[in-house]
């Protein structure tokens, strides 16, 4: 097999800078740090959080959340998308005035859509018994039929140290 030397250099330059890039992103704690008291409230998934459902199982990772004073149901985790985005179905039973809504230039690209606009809003994880954590999220809110409320992506994702295996 003939290799032209300059994509070989191509390829080692390319695996060298993967290389840097994972020794860099690479963390470990060498010595005790101070950390603030949210970053101790474990979020912890039960068994309830697992529910199949439809069979077999090909659900994504739906879960509820405490969003601006409302339990909200048929959240999204979604660690490829880097948007938050509020359906509108789902904001209008919250009661909040679309008048609250700020002016948005997303473009949700799935759809080809415009965003109605965006809001933050406070969504709370956990329970009194275990303790919880509560995180300001701007949401962009659409208005198109989607099964679930609210979809929650890598900003979301990392804002609360969620890990998805």
């Not at 005790?32 to 970053?39: I, Y």
């Not at 954590?133 to 890598?154: H, L, Q």
Request: with cysteine; proline share 4%.
């Amino acid at each position: 097999m003939h290799t032209d030397p300059s994509c070989q250099f191509v390829a080692d330059q390319l695996r060298k800078r993967i290389d840097y890039v994972r020794r860099v992103n690479l963390i470990t704690e060498t010595s005790p740090t101070n950390r603030s008291a949210w970053t101790r409230v474990q979020l912890i998934f039960t068994q309830e959080d697992l529910r199949v459902k439809d069979f077999p199982h090909t659900d994504a990772f739906v879960l509820k959340a405490n969003t601006n004073g409302d339990e909200v149901h048929r959240i999204l985790l979604d660690n490829g998308s880097s948007a938050d985005i509020l359906f509108a179905e789902a904001f209008d039973k919250m009661e909040i005035p679309r008048g609250r809504l700020e002016r948005s230039d997303t473009l949700l690209v799935e759809k080809n859509i415009d965003a109605l606009g965006k809001i933050t809003l406070p969504v709370t994880f956990g329970d009194n018994q275990v303790g919880t954590r509560t995180e300001d999220i701007i949401f962009d809110v659409a208005d198109i039929p989607y099964k679930c409320n609210a979809i929650m992506g890598r900003g979301t994702i990392c804002k609360f140290l969620l890990g998805i295996s």
